[in-house]
């Protein structure tokens, strides 16, 4: 079985300020991890990735996120977060191998503050 | 355009009404997915195709049906809607295995309220 966590609900964040936004999951094997965001009255778009190779990918809009095997995460960060940022933002895990479905979290909403 | 396109994108329906939520997408992806939105539950998995002759049921397929038309037609039906299926309503694609790493590409959404 694979599983997401989104411990947080809601991350508030002066804009300027790094943000990061938390995800862990847990895969049976090798996971392949997503970011997706979905703005208000919006589909979900995909932000980033992570395969195989470098722990830090880099991903739409300014985007990062760094993948921890030992600790099993995968969070979003941003040097410098933007009003335009606030969103509601998905992290999804699934298995490099199996049915090659998604597990989604519940998504967190980020609120950039002027 | 819009890669993924869905109709209707707000209806409001009676209990007991038949409902059909159609996708089609111009990505030529052979994937295609329907799933259910609901605030603080992330996204649940109604039905997936990997391909036209390929149905597959997900988490939450009880009360729903789909049909998958072509390759790039995938619709989402309510038999007998019902007050809790009352969401917000997605279509996705995705490249095959072969093609991709399974990023999904998502429709602008459906929501759909039962009175």
């Known amino acids: 079985a694979q599983s997401v966590a989104q411990p947080e609900d809601q991350v508030n964040v002066a804009e300027g300020n790094p943000l990061t936004v938390k995800c862990t999951y847990s895969?049976?094997?090798?996971?392949?991890l997503f970011w997706y965001v979905q703005y208000p009255n919006r589909g979900l778009q995909f932000l980033l990735k992570?395969?195989?190779?470098?722990?830090l990918v880099k991903g739409s809009y300014g985007f990062e996120a760094e993948f921890n095997k030992s600790q099993t995460s995968f969070h979003l960060k941003k040097p410098s977060a933007l009003v335009s940022d606030s969103a509601l933002y998905f992290c999804a895990v699934r298995a490099s191998g199996g049915s090659y479905i998604p597990t989604f979290g519940r998504g967190t909403s980020l609120i950039v503050h002027p | 355009d819009a890669d993924v396109t869905q109709t209707p994108r707000n209806r409001i329906t009676k209990t007991g009404k038949r409902i059909m939520l159609e996708c089609s997408q111009t990505?030529?992806?052979?994937?295609m997915y329907w799933y259910r939105q609901d605030p603080g539950l992330g996204l649940q998995l109604i039905y997936y195709s990997f391909d036209v002759k390929d149905i597959n049921k997900g988490e939450i397929s009880d009360g729903y049906s789909v049909s998958r038309q072509a390759q790039a037609k995938f619709s989402l039906s309510l038999e007998s809607a019902i007050p809790n299926q009352t969401a917000l309503y997605f279509c996705?694609?995705?490249?095959?295995?072969?093609?991709?790493?399974?990023?999904?590409?998502f429709g602008e959404g459906s929501r759909l309220t039962v009175l």
């Open positions: 990505k030529g992806h052979d994937r």
């Open positions: 996705a694609t995705s490249e095959a295995e072969i093609a991709g790493f399974g990023e999904l590409f």
């Open positions: 895969v049976s094997g090798n996971p392949y």
């Open positions: 992570y395969i195989t190779g470098d722990n």
